[in-house]
């Protein structure tokens, strides 16, 4: 069955792409699901788009986290795979800077091709994933918005479940005695 996506995550598709599900989950009982087996449309891009996070400007180390699932598709023994991207963005997409990007093998969680729709079974179907984002500190002076990108490549379903945003700051006296948090 199909939800609404969370509160404040926006589609940039109208179409039947991006939803909330209880098909499927990492942990918990939903996901954020994107319906790319029965996408006729097959061309361009979708988009998802976290609400505006702010207040990072002070942190000194900066980590996003996720779980995802996926598999190639396999029609008539032509293989196929959507790639998947990261992009964290400033000034509602005024600047975008990519930080993650797989496709084909590289983005797929089982090994498999699949000729019909794919939903993990078991948790060991997910990856999960871990960006240190700490590099780009000077985005996050301004409010930012974290942006998940399929480019269509007549792929099969992709979930996303327990999204996750650390920041840390390390206190003034541990950063004069040269103190990393990581």
């Keep these: 069955a199909n939800a609404t996506l969370p509160l404040g995550w926006i589609s940039t598709q109208l179409a039947d792409t991006w939803h909330a599900t209880n098909t499927a989950a990492y942990s918990g009982s ?57 992009w964290i963005s400033t000034r509602c997409g005024g600047t975008m800077q990519q930080v993650y990007r797989k496709a084909g093998q590289q983005l797929a969680t089982v090994a498999n091709p699949l ?26 002076s301004e409010d930012v918005q974290i942006v998940f990108r399929i480019k269509k490549g007549r792929g099969n379903h992709l979930y996303l479940d327990d999204v996750h945003l650390f920041a840390k700051t390390i206190p003034d006296a541990l950063k004069k005695a040269q103190y990393g948090v990581y």
């Design 30 to 86: 939903q996901s954020v699901f994107a319906n790319r087996f029965s996408d006729n449309n097959q061309v361009g891009k979708v988009e998802l788009m976290t609400p505006v996070l702010k207040g990072l400007a002070q942190a000194d180390s900066v980590f996003l986290q996720f779980s995802l699932a996926t598999a190639m598709r396999n029609t008539n023994s032509i293989v196929t795979s959507d790639t998947f991207e990261v």
């Design 115 to 140: 000729s019909s729709p794919f939903v993990p079974n078991t948790v060991s179907e997910w990856r999960r994933e871990k960006l240190d984002l700490t590099y780009l500190k000077d985005y996050f």
